[in-house]
């Protein structure tokens, strides 16, 4: 099945420091979403974004709807230890509004 | 308000076995999707299931089915399970499945298959 290319596969930062990864698309997708998974869990949304070169923050993240619609890139600033885990994009095509097109995913780790 | 629950958390079958996996949507959720979540194919999407009726499917195999009922749980089901079959089911619901609303996703099941 398709998947869409995420970087970094995963990171080390240390505390206090920003984070950026990004996502990319052979396909053209009307939303793009950023969740998180902690183990054991299901993924859990973080951002949805809905119009090309859309910018949107909740708290210390912020995503962008890439101009062609074929990418996204996530920004968590200041990190801190329970920002660990994993993230993954989300495409979602119009009309299929719950099928959605899951990235490889990036495992981010925190040292203190 | 209760999230997204699935039973059972945890299985272990054999293989040629088949499985039945639960999911409970929010209350007042009518849409409800499963995805499969493994090491090498990452997550990917089985079906969705709205007003008892599959509306959207994946690239699966037959073996893969599901059904919704009337109150809006879905239950999956895997038939002659295979190696690879093992992987951390995931249920996802929404009020509709349409538009811009968020798919809130249950703790899912993992299913090992010997």
């Known amino acids: 099945g398709q998947q869409l290319n995420q970087s970094p596969q995963s990171m080390f930062i240390q505390e206090g420091e920003d984070v950026s990864m990004n996502c990319t698309s052979s396909s053209i997708f009307n939303t793009w979403l950023w969740y998180k998974q902690d183990p054991g869990e299901g993924p859990v949304l973080l951002i949805a974004l809905y119009k090309a070169g859309e910018l949107t923050s909740n708290g210390r993240l912020t995503a962008q709807f890439g101009i062609t619609r074929k990418d996204s890139f996530l920004n968590i600033s200041a990190s801190i230890p329970s920002d660990v885990g994993i993230y993954f994009c989300a495409g979602q095509m119009a009309g299929t509004a719950s099928k959605l097109t899951f990235g490889t995913g990036t495992r981010l780790q925190v040292t203190l | 308000k209760a999230g997204v629950t699935q039973t059972p958390r945890y299985l272990i079958k054999t293989r040629g076995q088949q499985v039945t996996l639960s999911c409970s949507p929010i209350s007042g959720h009518r849409s409800v999707s499963w995805y499969q979540q493994t090491p090498g194919q990452g997550l990917q ?60 996703f249950g703790p899912g099941t993992r299913l090992l298959v010997l």
């Open chain 2, 45 to 104: 999407f089985l079906f969705e299931y709205f007003s008892e009726t599959q509306r959207n499917k994946g690239n699966f195999p037959g073996r893969f089915s599901g059904r919704q009922f009337s109150n809006s749980r879905s239950e999956m089901n895997v038939s002659t399970l295979e190696l690879g079959d093992s992987a951390l089911y995931l249920c996802a619901s929404g009020p509709t499945g349409a538009g811009r609303e968020t798919q809130y």
